[in-house]
């Protein structure tokens, strides 16, 4: 069984809007760290849906983190399709580990079986950026380890809310992995004004209504980076984003994009049965 969520606010709208402009002031006016990117160092037990994607090279004959997903139930995860894509991509060279805190080490470790692109993934840039994964053996359920609740049917996030990247992702555009949890908070762009930056680009990024746009806009210095993919978006406990693309990282221009869950909610729970 897969847990949906409706999002709601436990304040007045207008008390809602106050608390939320406070919070983007003192974000504007703070000194932003190189981490996650621009976040800070935390543990499992927080964030005890979180798992690691291995990537197994076969030159290198070795295992190593590369991406992020999140626990559905025993058996499914969730998490990004270009992460379970490519031209080399075989289900046998991924695998995941859960219940650890720490990057490529500790936790228990459960093969990949099979992964559930979503049909429309690779017909529009990243649109449709979202896959259920299947694994062979069955997850042992523990403090550090506990299913996710992503967001009901076509909830909405609104613009300006708060919203946190957790991951194990480059600290820096081009930067090194982190070697332990961090996570990062940020805020919801609108996603007319982000599709017009991206327009800029050449070639233009496709920013579509199935994406969440979050950052720092014209601040920059927060966001998930290289190694993050697949990993969640959290508005409170609630996952309602997949991290999946973005132009660098951190960028004050360009603001990073999640696959929004919840067009593809009833999808996600259809599949991972």
Not at 103 to 130: A, M, Q, W
Not at 177 to 206: F, H, K, M, W
Request: aromatic residues 8%.
């Amino acid at each position: 069984m897969i847990e949906l969520r409706k999002i709601a606010q436990d304040c007045p709208e207008q008390d809602c809007s106050r608390q939320v402009a406070k919070d983007l002031r003192a974000a504007f006016s703070a000194s932003i760290p190189g981490r996650i990117v621009g976040g800070e160092l935390t543990t499992i037990d927080k964030y005890p849906s979180i798992v690691q994607v291995d990537s197994f090279g076969p030159n290198s004959g070795t295992w190593s983190q590369s991406c992020g997903a999140n626990i559905l139930n025993a058996y499914y995860v969730l998490s990004a399709a270009h992460c379970f894509a490519g031209r080399t991509y075989d289900p046998s060279l991924r695998r995941i580990r859960a219940g650890t805190s720490y990057r490529n080490t500790g936790g228990i470790i459960s093969y990949v079986l099979r992964e559930h692109n979503h049909p429309s993934y690779g017909k529009r840039g990243f649109d449709g950026d979202i896959t259920v994964v299947r694994l062979h053996n069955a997850l042992v359920y523990s403090p550090v380890v506990q299913r996710g609740t992503i967001i009901y049917q076509d909830g909405v996030i609104p613009d300006y809310m708060p919203v946190v990247h957790a991951g194990w992702g480059r600290t820096t555009q081009g930067g090194l992995l982190s070697p332990q949890l961090r996570d990062v908070v940020i805020y919801v762009i609108n996603r007319e004004l982000c599709a017009e930056r991206y327009l800029t680009l050449n070639p233009p990024g496709i920013v579509t209504e199935n994406m969440i746009c979050a950052g720092l806009l014209d601040i920059g210095g927060r966001d998930a980076c290289q190694g993050d993919s697949g990993g969640p978006l959290y508005y409170g406990n609630i996952i309602v984003g997949i991290v999946s693309w973005g132009h660098g990282c951190a960028n004050e221009t360009f603001p990073g994009l999640s696959t929004a869950v919840a067009p593809y909610s009833d999808w996600i729970a259809a599949t991972a049965v």
